[in-house]
């Protein structure tokens, strides 16, 4: 110690440039302190929340915040759609833009900041720009953000419709197409007992995530629906959709042109169903061997779309855990046993045509109370029928008697 005690008062420019080090570090501390103190502030005395552009409150908040007061003071602004109910059709908004915004609710003040972050490229390739709204107010309950999420959806009254999507390709990713009106499962004509075990295995699925996580197994669920044409594949999805109150991602061939294309499809459709329509209309290029066949190799023409593409979108390390996936197929004689196997389709379901209870129950829809004893006349010896065949003649008016009460 005395040694260097020594050399310190020996060496006049090394004490300088010591005590300069000291002197500095310590102003940077005394200029740090007021952000620290801020973001302690922040921390104790405020609450926040934020949502991203592929959260289902997203455009919602942002629409309801185009319409509030406070906001047509702004000289910032973004574009929102939005599906005019009552109108049937979609339209605009001018919504508060990029930065920080005040809004005020009652008694109560919000800083309101819209953020916007340029697509990244990862292992599907470019994504879309990503948009935040984080909002924010004194207070530590979490009920005033709540009210204001509350105000938000009460203000749109969607409850009763469920959004449907279609993948756009590249820097679009998917656009809503429309809002639809929620479809109840009774008016899928298809064997009660098949509706209900379809959807007692989802509700499973869903309500199981921790037992998925304990037995390190990916939380996640797919369905085939094969069956003839016409026999309701799109419309049970739609109801099921409906039932569970999930956002519809649908994915279709002309729409996909690579494996990055499809991964990032599938990956960017948060909580909702996703839905790859017609598989077996999907032109795949493959050089990989054949799962049922050991040593068969498969090729194809197409090179951007290969079926391993598929199957890691399904179940691949980079495929998002949480999803439900619906895949349709007039021709499953056509599709790879590798993509039918557990784990990529966990539950194969065969929509069949309908019989005559099929047909009672959608007659007494069509005409309430009305004796279908005619119409199932105009049916004898067709019947099982896909339901849009059934339905075509409903609508035509066929085998409806003239008097259409039974108790008149």
Known sequence: MDLIQQLLQQNAVFTGMAGAALVGFLLVQLRSMPERLWKLFLRQFTVTLRVHNEDNAFRTFAKWLADHPSAQKTRSFSVVEWHNAQMER?????????????????????????????????????????????????????KAIQDLLDKARDAQDMTDRIPISMWMGGMNGYKMIERRRKRPLDTIYLPQALKDEVVEDIERFLAAQDEYTYKAIPWRRGYLLDGPPGTGKTSFIVALASHFNRALHIITPGRVYDDAALLQAMNETGEGFVVI????????SHQRTDEATPGKTMTGEKGGLTLSGLLNAI???????????????????????????????????????????????????????????????????MLPLPASAIQSRLLEGQGVPLITSKAA
């Open 277 to 284: 329509e017609d598989i077996d209309a999907f032109d795949f």
């Open 90 to 142: 979609d339209e605009v908004a001018l919504t508060p833009g990029e930065g920080y915004h005040i809004l005020r609710e009652g008694a109560r003040f919000y800083v309101v900041r819209r953020e916007i972050q340029e697509a990244q490229q990862g292992a599907a390739g470019f994504g879309r720009p990503r948009e935040y709204l984080t909002i924010s107010t004194l207070g530590r309950s979490r």
């Open 315 to 381: 179940d691949g390390i980079t495929s998002r855990e949480g999803r439900v996936l619906f895949i349709s197929s007039n021709h499953p004689d056509k599709l790879d046993a590798a993509l039918l196997r557990p784990g990529r389709i966990d539950k194969r379901i065969f929509l069949p045509p309908a019989g005559e209870e099929e047909v009672r129950a959608m007659f007494d829809r069509f005409h309430p109370g009305a004796d279908p004893g005619e119409f199932l006349k105009l049916l004898d010896g």
